[in-house]
């Protein structure tokens, strides 16, 4: 014990006596900075983590959400577009007319339905050769493309195909649409052709 009393009166001396106290000051407020650093601010930002992590969360469902609700309106409209039976009854005619229209002869023009899937629709697949011009059949096609309705070309097969410019032409085609199954919105038949 007296060896330490001889280092402490030591230290106490000039120059390292203020140094002392100074120190002591400068270990207290480190301490305190720690303490409060440990017992104040880690849970403090502990908490503020959390928040934010449930901010996100919140944000991403609400995106979500919203997707959803935008989803689910373009569905609406896809599946308002789509016929319900009643509505296939016109569609063979209106296919017709559009022939009629561009200058198209289709004189044989027969339909099949496939049996239900699953989701309520059927599919429904019109069959019949078409003949006329390069032109007029071009015109033909390009209106059954861009059709409002669902109709989808899936096969053309050339039978005979001119090799004059104004020679007949004749192909057969095969359309398919998907009807509704049971009670819906009804669209009307300009909504299948334009």
């Not at 030591?10 to 106290?21: E, K, M, N, S, V």
């Not at 270990?27 to 983590?49: C, K, N, S, T, Y």
């Not at 959400?65 to 896809?78: F, M």
């Not at 989808?152 to 057969?172: A, M, P, W, Y």
Request: avoid cysteine; glycine fraction near 8%.
């Amino acid at each position: 014990m007296t060896r330490g009393l001889l280092i402490w009166r030591r230290l106490r001396r000039p120059p390292y006596g203020p140094l002392i106290l100074w120190m002591a000051v400068a270990g207290v407020l480190g301490a305190a900075l720690v303490g409060v650093r440990l017992l104040l601010v880690a849970p403090a930002q502990d908490r503020l983590a959390q928040a934010e992590a449930a901010w996100m969360a919140a944000r991403q469902r609400i995106a979500q959400r919203l997707e959803a609700k935008e989803a689910r309106k373009h569905l609406t409209v896809i599946l308002n577009a789509v016929p319900g039976h009643r509505d296939f009854a016109q569609l063979p005619l209106a296919l017709s007319e559009v022939a009629r229209r561009d200058r198209v002869s289709m004189p044989d023009l027969s339909y099949a339905l496939e049996k239900p899937q699953a989701g309520g629709f059927t599919k429904a697949v019109l069959r019949g050769s078409v003949s006329g011009r390069y032109e007029d059949l071009r015109r033909f096609i390009h209106h059954l493309e861009t059709a409002d309705g669902f109709l989808f070309i899936e096969d053309l097969n050339v039978s005979r195909q001119g090799t004059r410019k104004g020679e007949i032409v004749t192909f057969q085609i095969t359309v398919s649409t998907y009807i509704r199954e049971g009670p819906g919105q009804r669209v009307s038949s300009p909504a299948f052709l334009p």
